[in-house]
T-cell receptor, first 112, second 115 residues
Framework: DTGVSQNPRHKITKRGQNVTFRCDPI?????LYWYRQTLGQGPEFLTY????????KSRLLSDRFSAERPKGSFSTLEIQRTEQGDSAMYLC??????????FGNGTRLTVT | DQQVKQNSPSLSVQEGRISILNCDYT??????FLWYKKYPAEGPTFLIS?????DKNEDGRFTVFLNKSAKHLSLHIVPSQPGDSAVYFCAATRYHTGTASKLTFGTGTRLQVTL
């Protein structure tokens, strides 16, 4: 169990630029989740995959956000035309069915 | 609308004493509850969970109590140790079809265990 891996750990970008984050889940986990955490708040659900199928999306996930999980392995989260309000910690988690979520260490995004 | 609330942003406890962290929820559809611990610069780590069919679950020094009628749960840590100093998040979900997918988190309580 090597844990959930997220890259990059930190990303600083200018407003209006596109960014992409990657998440590598624990290998035997078929479920993958993206959460966002802002200062002083708990993680907020963004979206969830079972294998390669995206099963649920939060209304927090505007049309500037897109997540993919090709072949049911790693996942990417892309934010287009970033805004300062997108600055947050983006957390990825994975799980088997009926097991608790295992989180990665997150990608901290700063939009200047 | 904050469906899971942790009303104490911080808590300080002496080493060896009991730490009690509280959590309230408003959504009566929630039937599975979890506690996560988070150290700085790390992701949350699962600690303990409880299903709504139970009122207590214990794992070593950690015990979670659930009061469904009050929509309240608490995490007890006995005895508290300096390594327990972290932010603790309460989370809730509907455990339908045998899975726990979307978690709703509280805002966290920062626990400091002093010597």
């Amino acid at each position: 169990d090597t844990g959930v891996s997220q890259n990059p750990r930190h990303k600083i970008t200018k407003r209006g630029q596109n960014v992409t984050f990657r998440c590598d889940p624990i290998s035997e986990h078929n479920r993958l989740y993206w959460y966002r955490q802002t200062l002083g708040q708990g993680p907020e659900f963004l979206t969830y995959f079972q294998n390669e199928a995206q099963l649920e999306k939060s209304r927090l996930l505007s049309d500037r956000f897109s997540a993919e999980r090709p072949k049911g392995s790693f996942s990417t989260l892309e934010i287009q035309r970033t805004e300062q309000g997108d600055s947050a910690m983006y957390l990825c988690a994975s799980s088997r069915e009926s097991s608790p979520l295992h989180f990665g260490n997150g990608t901290r995004l700063t939009v200047t | 609308d904050q469906q899971v609330k942790q009303n104490s942003p911080s808590l300080s406890v002496q080493e060896g004493r009991i730490s009690i962290l509280n959590c309230d929820y408003t959504n009566s559809m929630f039937d599975y509850f979890l506690w996560y611990k988070k150290y700085p610069a790390e992701g949350p780590t699962f600690l303990i969970s409880i299903s709504s069919i139970k009122d207590k679950n214990e794992d070593g020094r950690f015990t979670v109590f659930l009061n469904k009628s009050a929509k309240h749960l608490s995490l007890h840590i006995v005895p508290s140790q300096p390594g327990d100093s972290a932010v603790y998040f309460c989370a809730a979900t509907r455990y339908h079809t045998g899975t726990a997918s979307k978690l709703t988190f509280g805002t966290g309580t920062r626990l400091q265990v002093t010597l």
